[in-house]
Every structure is written in C-alpha cells, then in structure tokens.
C-alpha cells in the first residue's frame, strides 16, 4: 500500500523548479481561526478495524469537511450506506488483478449493479500501487495485465459517463515509467482491435499518485507527475509523512494540506491516516486517532475542527501545537530552496 521515501528526489525537484509559467506565492498570516480549515477536495481513506466499529462514525459526524471516501474495493461500505452520493460519495476502487483473469469483468458488474440501483457513482479508481510486489503493500500488476483488465472493465464504465482515474502508483522512481508502459500497452490493445489500422488512446480523468515522506519530496512528486502529464488534473489518494515525531508530522500535515488546497490542478486528496495509533502502520504520530479511539489534533484539524491537544500514542490530553499560520503567524515551515521552488506550482495550473 505504501512505498517509504525519505530521501529527496533531486532530479524531479530540478524538473520542478525549471517549469514553465511558475509564479512566487506569498507567505500568508491567518486568524485564529485558519486552524479549523475547510476544503471540498477532502476524503478520507478508509481502513477500518473490527475491533473498534465505533470510530468509523467519527469521520460523518457533523458537520465533517469530508466529502467523499474509497475503500480499496468495488463495493460502498454497509456504515456509509445510508448517507447519499451528494453527502458522502463512495469511489470504488479495482484495486488489482492477475494474469489468468484478464477478461474477469467483476469489477464493470458490480459498478453498473451500484448506477442500476441508484448510486450515482461519478468516479473509479484504478490499480492500487501496482508497480510494487504485494509484500510491500502493492498489487503488483504487469503492465500488459493492467492494460486487458483496463479494456475490459474500465473503457465500458467510461461510455456511460462515469469518470476514470490512472492507476494509483507508489512514490517511488518506478511509477511515472510504470503508467507510461501501461498506457502505450492499452493504446496498442485497442488500436490492434476493430480500429481498422488508426491508432487510438486509453483516455483517463485524473491521475492518482501517492506520497511518503517530507513536504519537498511531495511536491516534488507533484512536480515529476505534473511535468510528465502536462494539463492532467491529480488525486494524491495516499500521503503522510511517516515515523517521525509529532512536530515534524503536524508541520507536514499542516504544510501539505495548505499547498493541495491552492493547487488548481489537485482536484482531490486523502491523508493516510484514519486509524487508531496502535492500530499505525506509518508510525504513530501519523494517525488521526489516539490509542483511546480520540481524534488528534490532525485528526480534527482534518475534518475542520480545532485541535484537541491529544497525544496520539497515550490518548490524554497536552497543550496543543499550534497549527502553522494561526494567530497571525507567518508560515515559515521548510524554508528551504527545495522548498521555495515546490511552491512555485501553486499557481502553474
């Protein structure tokens, strides 16, 4: 599901600071209350756990500044399912596929199953991290093997005006190389099949990626993605900053969520994050819940509330970090040239 990064990608960074039509953004200050934010691009990744059923109501609660969800499959989840499309909208996701079943078309049945009944579905995600081996979380898919599953499954959803995402691909170097196989496999398929010789495209909507590690890095990937798909618009369906301590984390937190929200071209994003501490595959200070089921300060930050002081690996409470930008102060997190030259995306696109 996630591919760690902790080193700056410096070839991308340079592609990032050399773009055309970048612009400088000014640093801002805010009043006390910038630190309940509010953002119609945000969602929510949704991993529950058995064990503890009650924490999946705490991101519906009202008024939440989530919007939409997936949860790494094809079907609604049964907690959200009395909450319609306009409140909460489900994507589903066809998160992998083999080799020996290229022409399953499970996923394009249960999709048009959900439209047929009702649920207006606008949106599928495809292939979660396929360019990783499922040891490290992927769903290690061939390119060729993704390219059939696509032209079976996902060509047939677009007809009916549903709108598609790329696959998902990690962070790492693989993944834009990954997309552009894929991508000329499908083209390939489609043009060898009824085209009468013409040479023709596999279409998308948006391009999904995801990120772990530091703020430059991220905006780096960004940039790497932006400059490989010129005009494409993004989801950042996965990103966190993982196993660091807890300053470091809410400034990443903080920073990344102000930079996607100016980004014109990130249409939608999604913290990795919506589980309890204990519960924590990216370090503790990363979850938006405590070991006792309480929403952190990023927890509550994410859904627009102010902060709760929680410390996430014990669930009691302490003085509150205070949330970059609030009570007047300057953003001054990562005042690198790495990091100068990442906000210069903000107003590219």
């Not at 048009?112 to 769903?139: A, C, K, M, W």
């Not at 300053?247 to 100016?262: G, K, V």
């Not at 300060?297 to 970090?321: K, M, R």
Request: glycine share 10%; charged share 10%; with cysteine.
């Amino acid at each position: 599901m996630r591919v760690f990064n902790r080193t700056l990608p410096l070839l991308a960074l340079s592609c990032l600071c050399s773009g055309a039509g970048a612009s400088t953004i000014t640093s801002t200050s805010t009043s006390t209350s910038a630190a309940v934010s509010r953002s119609a691009k945000r969602g929510l990744a949704f991993t529950p756990n058995a064990t503890w059923p009650q924490d999946n109501y705490l991101w519906t609660r009202s008024p939440s500044d989530l919007t939409w969800y997936y949860n790494y499959g094809a079907s609604p989840s049964p907690v959200y399912s009395n909450l319609s499309q306009d409140v909460f909208a489900f994507v589903p996701m066809l998160w992998g596929g083999s080799s020996s079943r290229t022409s399953d078309t499970t996923f394009l049945a249960t999709v048009t199953g959900l439209l047929s009944h009702g649920i207006e579905i606008s949106h599928v995600l495809t292939f979660n991290e396929p360019d990783l081996s499922t040891d490290y979380g992927g769903s290690d898919v061939d390119p060729m093997v993704a390219a059939k599953i696509w032209v079976a499954n996902i060509i047939p959803l677009q007809a009916t005006g549903v709108k598609v995402g790329l696959p998902a691909c990690s962070g790492g170097w693989g993944a834009v190389p990954w997309l552009s196989q894929f991508l000329g496999n499908c083209s390939k398929l489609i043009s060898t099949d009824g085209s009468g010789g013409v040479t023709r495209n596999c279409t998308y909507d948006f391009i999904p990626l995801h990120w772990y590690g530091n703020f430059e890095g991220l905006a780096s990937h960004i940039g790497t993605y932006a400059a490989a798909f010129p005009n494409a618009t993004f989801w950042v369906t996965e990103f966190n900053d993982n196993d660091q301590d807890l300053a470091t984390t809410q400034s990443f937190f903080n920073t990344s969520i102000e930079y996607l929200d100016r980004l014109a071209h990130v249409e939608r994003y999604s913290f990795f994050g919506a589980f309890r501490s204990t519960a924590s595959n990216v370090g503790p200070n990363a979850a938006m819940l405590s070991a006792g089921g309480k929403l952190t300060d990023i927890g509550a930050w994410y859904l627009g509330e102010a902060a709760t002081g929680v410390v996430p690996d014990s669930g009691t409470s302490s003085p509150a970090i205070r949330r970059p930008g609030s009570s007047g102060a300057y953003i001054r997190a990562l005042l690198t040239p790495a990091f100068a030259c990442a906000l210069l995306l903000v107003s590219v696109y």
